[in-house]
């Protein structure tokens, strides 16, 4: 399984740090595809957007959510795929996605130039989110074979549930996009916050790249993080951390380091699991 | 269950970052017992020494580690009995132990001053522990009321599964008290060793806190970290990271903060698990 589809050309990811705005659908729009466009005039092949990167975050009720959502074909992920169509590439961004089901999820989209190849729904809902605004994912998020390796999506508060995130490294991603919104908490000087550490732990723990795509811009009185971060499989940043504003964090990744889980002659990082042991 | 150990009194915890020689069982005796002793001169109540704190690390060949190790009523474990009995600690040490089954473990005991309560076999080895070595321990680390409150115990590569670390801390584990021998990889100037961001993840995703001590000091040929440290139930290091040097690390904490997993209106790190989603 583990060598389909890879390469060892490396390719170009991207980040998208960009404001995102509740009740501004239309400049979410027009942000999101600015941003995409310099991503892939900077060489990007795989860009990752934020979470919710169509509707922002901060909503006063479900009222107002569900009037924002769109569905999986809706105007925002149309457009994500002629982009990713137009200049060849993969894009992952967050969505509130409108279910058949008429219920609300905090959804995360898979294109490339050939449509839509996945959609996951957030499991892990964070704070208001549960507040009868989204409903939980169930399902165990996809991984999809790309030209350029093999990557899985999981969404911001999942990221904190190392039993979650194993379920891609485990299917072979290489690379996982991540949309989050991550709030701006106080945390001592001198220390990176904590949302990064977890990305490096889950990325060194699985020796799996991940690419987590932050939002920034105030919101309602909001403030947010602007961590975007770009983790290479020992763990390590391979991007500047930009916190807080607006950004664009590009790196060149060789996919391909991922499929190897070796650590040391005798260990291998999965293999090395005794999953007979872990309790539920 | 959460009740009924911990008082809200800070409790000084130490990490006793000391150099082990294979070969020299009197002189790792000599220098467990000095670091125990200077470390209660400090005010500690809890006690951390590094994994084969008795033996060293760097064997040629199982006939010299079968020799080295001891019972876990031996020799060391009974000293470290006695010093917490005089000084009423806790203390928590790695030492290579000779099984009732002729098997050789790495494992960590923890005594206080009613006497050894528990025994722990360290259950993922490393490298070339697994070379004939040891014996990897099948059974779920333990976790022990004290009167400063929950401890439970793993040692080194354990920390790397983070299925494997949920175990005590579902089981109400306020501090994990971890034995390891981390040796010195090269990493990227300014990045912090990616052992300590692991230890930060799992005491973030867990609300709990970690005290990892380190050994320090060549030997044959083997570099070793020396990256002890202790982090707090947010993942915030509270010791001054001392690499590769021998060092005694002292923080004052109140387990008792372990207790609340809450960490926003609606979220709670142990609650917010989904078990039943969890692929082993």
Redesign the interface.
């Known amino acids: 399984m583990k060598d389909i589809s890879t390469t060892d050309a490396p390719v170009r990811v991207a980040c998208c740090q960009i404001p995102v705005m509740v009740g501004d659908p239309l400049g979410n729009r027009v942000s999101a595809r600015a941003a995409i466009q310099a991503a892939a005039d900077a060489g990007a092949r795989i860009i990752v957007l934020p979470e919710l990167a169509n509707v922002g975050y901060m909503f006063d009720n479900r009222a107002q959510l569900q009037a924002a959502a769109e569905t999986a074909d809706g105007p925002s992920v149309r457009e994500w795929e002629l982009l990713a169509r137009e200049r060849d590439l993969v894009i992952v961004a967050g969505f509130a996605e409108a279910g058949d089901d008429g219920l609300v999820y905090n959804s995360a989209v898979l294109v490339d130039k050939t449509g839509r190849r996945a959609v996951y729904r957030k ?2 809902l ?3 989110e ?2 009868n605004l989204f409903t ?1 994912g ?1 399902d ?1 998020p996809p991984v999809v074979d790309t030209p350029w390796g093999r990557i899985g999506m999981l969404i911001c ?1 999942d990221l ?5 995130v ?2 891609p490294a ?1 299917e072979g991603a290489e690379l996982l996009c991540c949309p989050v919104n991550w709030p701006l908490y106080p ?2 000087i001198s ?1 990176r916050p ?1 949302e990064i ?2 990305v ?3 990325a ?2 699985n020796r799996m790249f991940i690419a987590a795509a932050d939002r920034t811009g105030q919101e309602r009185g909001q403030d947010w993080l602007g961590g975007s971060v770009v983790v290479d499989a ?4 391979v991007t500047r951390i930009t916190l807080g504003r607006e950004a664009m964090l590009l790196a060149d990744l060789n996919l391909g380091e991922a499929r190897t889980k070796t650590i ?4 291998d ?1 999965h293999a ?9």
């Open positions: 499991a892990h964070w704070d208001r549960k507040d939980p169930s165990a508060y904190e549930f190392p039993e979650w194993r379920i485990l945390r001592p220390e904590t550490v977890k490096q732990a889950n060194t723990v020992d763990g390590f940043p040391s002659d005798r260990n990082v090395d699991r005794r999953p007979s042991l872990y309790a539920q």
